[in-house]
């Protein structure tokens, strides 16, 4: 297929009102994980007699995604007109591309070697640089999905290090499976199995739990970027269930000067999941069945040419090293992308086995192992509790953190993820020194849910209730101080009194008033508004409430 030519992101210039003329962010993230830009500047294309245009369109082998992006602050009328116009591009896709063919035949040009319009894979994608569009009317957005601006800069974030690797997980976030891809569209077969050689351990050889198997294997680095699933923590997938940290970008580059100059390949062996429903043959080429793995089977194990099939509990660096870039060590690592094999360690999971009990049992896997190696850092400590423990208090004060910011009075204020530097605030202390206190079994407000003695929070259905009330109640606190203190309910850096402090200092104070020794109304709550926050810095919350009780009960 003929390649379009890629151009300089900053210095191509949009004429549409709703894109910055400098510099575009999607654009990045597209061009970055190696797809072509098709410029579509004031081509105006009709479909079932409503006329359009498309802001982007990228394109990678027969994968076609038409971006409409807009840095306006109000997209309430921008975002509905955009659904009706790529609903309709979606019931008429041939008809808009042969429209679109007779004002620019870069598309067919690019396409005619290999594909017809028919073969097109298209996803329509919307991106607000200001204004973040509401869930509920993403989730109406029909065939127009929505990429967030944090979604963005993660996948900013990840083309920079991993470089064309980084199109694997953006096609994963299109919802595109490799076998409507390239040759596999073409064939109509779907995708491809490959089986290699492996041993494979039964759970009483390894004391996992019934039913787990464990295979020992060679596999080349390509195959592994391909299909690698990691879930990183401030990655666009399951944010509450995932564990993994981002790849570090200085890490990863010494070990490309490594492999570039040595050539040589990491020899201890990466720890990897494979899907439940993988086969397994005898060395027979017979389909095995579980039961009969037994001491160490020489077999066969089956890998799927498809995304996010396997998925990395330890050794992202050593698999992601291997990228496919553009810096002065790709000439040689890629001869070795594909000729080189790691050592892998598989799990396969019983068959059966949710979603759910997968990550949770990778949580623990992935702090055992990086217990004894790196530190874990508090928040991710956290974080991995909330999945394998979300029973214990520390979890729930988590979650209940977490849900202050991702929807409560703190929305939108601050941003949790390093990978957006905005207005930053440290959560890790928050959930085990300030909410944990208040959320305890047996303090006021366990009391206060559980008047009647009856609910258990091992019991999925009280916790998710009892975190729901703690939640409302702190957040309805929180509130009531912004609508006193106003303008200044903005981020310190911004001008106003929140921080860390002063966060946890809010929420202390509505630990302290559950005891019923002081009055808090908005009329009380009015000497805030002359308080000095200044002074209180770090761990001294505690010391900011309880001065502010004192005026309270003065």
Known sequence: MTKLPVKKVRQRKSSSKNVSNNYSLIKDVFIGAGFSYISSDNKHITVSEQTGEIDH????????????????RD?????????????????NKIDFFKQYEIQDNSIMQAIADHYEY????????????????????????????VMTKKDAKYFESLTKIIGLSAKYELLKFLKISLANVGDARLSGKGVASHFLPAFALSAKR???????ILVSLYIDPQTLLSRACVLRRDGWEDPELSYQRFIDKKKLEEMRKYLAGDGKVFINNLIVTFPCNVILKDSNGNILKRENVEGNNKVEVELKDEIATIGIIDGQHRIFAYYEGEDDYEKQIKRLRTRQSLLVTGIIFPEGYTELERIKFEAGLFLSINSNQ?????????????????????SIARVIVQKLFKSGSLHNIFQTSPLISDHQVATGSLAPYVVEPIIKVGGDLYNLWNDSSDKDLNNEDHRNEYIEYCYEGINNFLNMVREVVTSKWKPEKAGGILNATTIGGFIHLYGLSLKGDITINKETLSVLVSFNFKKYRSSRWAAMSNDIAVKLSA
């Open 118 to 145: 028919e073969d097109l894979e298209v996803r329509h994608l919307y991106y607000s640089e200001e204004k973040e569009v509401p869930r509920g009317t993403a989730r109406n957005g029909a065939a127009l999905e």
């Open 206 to 212: 390894t004391n996992y739990p019934d039913n787990f």
């Open 374 to 394: 790196k530190q874990v850092d508090t928040s991710l400590q956290q974080d991995l509790g909330v999945i394998i423990h979300p029973e214990q208090p520390l």
């Open 57 to 72: 369109i990228f394109m990678w082998k027969n994968v076609i995604v038409l971006c409409e992006e807009t840095t306006g």
């Open 75 to 91: 997209i309430s009328h921008h975002f509905p007109k955009k659904v009706m116009y790529h609903n309709l591009i979606s019931n």
